[in-house]
């Protein structure tokens, strides 16, 4: 009863287009949903966001959700998540993408799932990290750990995004740290983040993985810019 008073007075509205949801409804609108660029990524192997990758780090596979567009749908519900605190969205986005993971056998055998750090300063500055709610939705449908104290950043840095892609890749390789035991030996590990870009820092994050003996690598993304 509570709950419908409050969303008779305060309805939420979709995190695409802003209109008011339905009762049955969660963060996206059907519309939206329906409108959303899918890229079908996790029913290829060799998709294009693996071969962002190919010969650059050794990876397992690669996948990312929703192809990223300027003014889109996808960058109006990323840039509510990472900037405006509507991490509710990542949650709506990672139960959404587990379903769809379920049938992709390339990551059944997954045995953590390591978000892209973010630097203790800008974590204060933020609150939180935008994917760490991506995270444990794809965690509690896939039934695997979510360990974001694996993979650490070490240093400070301004966005990489007015950077060249040589220039990105030359700042962010001494960027991230990683902590590891005996535990973590011979593991699969399931890198993910918002949007995959150049590319630059999963595959600084994946260096960093790939120290651990026996390490493995796959690389999961909210969407991918196109």
Aim: hydrophobic share 35%; glycine share 6%.
């Amino acid at each position: 009863m509570f709950q419908s008073l409050l969303n008779l007075f305060f309805p939420k509205s979709c995190a695409g287009c802003n209109s008011f949801l339905l009762k049955n409804e969660y963060v996206i609108c059907t519309e939206c949903r329906h409108e959303i660029p899918l890229t079908n990524h996790y029913k290829i192997k060799n998709n294009e966001a693996y071969s962002k990758f190919y010969g650059r780090i050794p990876i397992e596979f690669a996948s990312a959700f929703f192809y990223f567009h300027k003014k889109g749908i996808v960058q109006e519900m990323i840039h509510k998540l990472k900037y405006k605190g509507h991490q509710e969205i990542g949650s709506a986005i990672g139960y959404w993408y587990a379903e769809e993971l379920k049938k992709c056998i390339e990551i059944s055998n997954v045995d953590f799932i390591i978000p892209v750090p973010l630097h203790e300063k800008r974590l204060k500055e933020r609150g939180y990290n935008q994917v760490t709610t991506f995270g444990e939705s794809l965690s509690q449908t896939l039934n695997v750990k979510y360990n974001d104290s694996i993979l650490i950043r070490n240093v400070y840095s301004k966005t990489q995004t007015t950077k060249s892609i040589l220039g990105r890749s030359t700042v962010i390789e001494s960027v991230f740290g990683v902590k590891f035991d005996e535990n973590h030996h011979n593991k699969n590990f399931l890198l993910i983040d918002d949007v995959i870009t150049t590319g630059s820092t999963l595959e600084a994050c994946s260096r960093e993985l790939l120290k651990i003996p026996g390490a493995k690598i796959s690389i999961v993304c909210m969407a991918m810019t196109q």
